[in-house]
């Protein structure tokens, strides 16, 4: 399968225009703030990811070398272990393939048309390394901002904090960069 002119040669569908079968993003933006509220209603607290893996990586480290994880400053705070916030990190993953099914967009594929124009068909394990590298640099950097994308770019802007709306727009202009240096550059 090839793009040309942004078309997917042997399906002939726009690829950079496909307005096919997805979740409508105003039904998805809608439920996404209805679990916002409750969040906040039940749990008195803004719903968030990037403390899910603080609180797994403390479960590892009090495996690994238990004192120094004890000692600690975060985690005497906030003890490793599996809470609601690990829940919705499994929550979103279940609901991500949930979504592509229901969607029709589970394609089962490694490579995507885009990525195999740009680094080739070949190139599976230079993907899981960008993926994999890319979430660690994302999850460093929400530990650094105090938040992840959907602590600051969902809680935050609902409460109007300042820090979550400049947040918020370093990440879309981030994501722009990004993806203009991968399949542009």
């Known amino acids: 399968m090839m793009i040309e002119l942004g078309l997917i040669a042997d399906q002939?569908?726009?690829?950079?225009?496909?307005?096919?079968?997805?979740?409508?993003?105003?039904?998805?933006g809608a439920l996404i703030g209805g679990l916002s509220m409750l969040t906040f209603y039940f749990s008195n607290k803004p719903l968030g990811a990037s403390t899910a893996y603080a609180k797994l990586a403390g479960l590892i480290g009090e495996k690994v070398a238990p004192s120094h994880t004890r000692s600690l400053a975060f985690f005497k705070k906030k003890p490793p272990g599996v809470g609601w916030e690990v829940m919705l990190v499994f929550g979103a993953v279940i609901g991500a393939f949930l979504a592509a099914w229901t969607g029709n967009e589970l394609t089962g594929q490694l490579l995507p048309?885009?990525?195999?124009?740009?680094?080739?068909?070949?190139?599976?394990?230079?993907?899981?390394?960008?993926?994999?590298?890319?979430?660690?640099?994302?999850?460093?950097?929400?530990?650094?901002?105090?938040?992840?994308?959907?602590?600051?770019?969902?809680?935050?802007?609902?409460?109007?904090?300042?820090?979550?709306?400049?947040?918020?727009?370093?990440?879309?202009?981030?994501?722009?960069?990004?993806?203009?240096?991968?399949?542009?550059?």
Request: some cysteine.
């Open 12 to 28: 002939n569908i726009d690829a950079l225009n496909y307005a096919g079968p997805a979740w409508s993003p105003y039904l998805v």
């Open 113 to 185: 048309a885009m990525w195999q124009d740009r680094f080739g068909g070949d190139s599976g394990m230079l993907r899981i390394v960008v993926a994999l590298a890319g979430g660690m640099m994302m999850a460093f950097g929400a530990r650094m901002a105090g938040g992840c994308t959907s602590g600051h770019g969902i809680s935050g802007t609902l409460q109007l904090a300042v820090g979550s709306w400049i947040s918020a727009i370093c990440f879309f202009i981030g994501g722009i960069i990004t993806a203009m240096f991968v399949y542009l550059v």
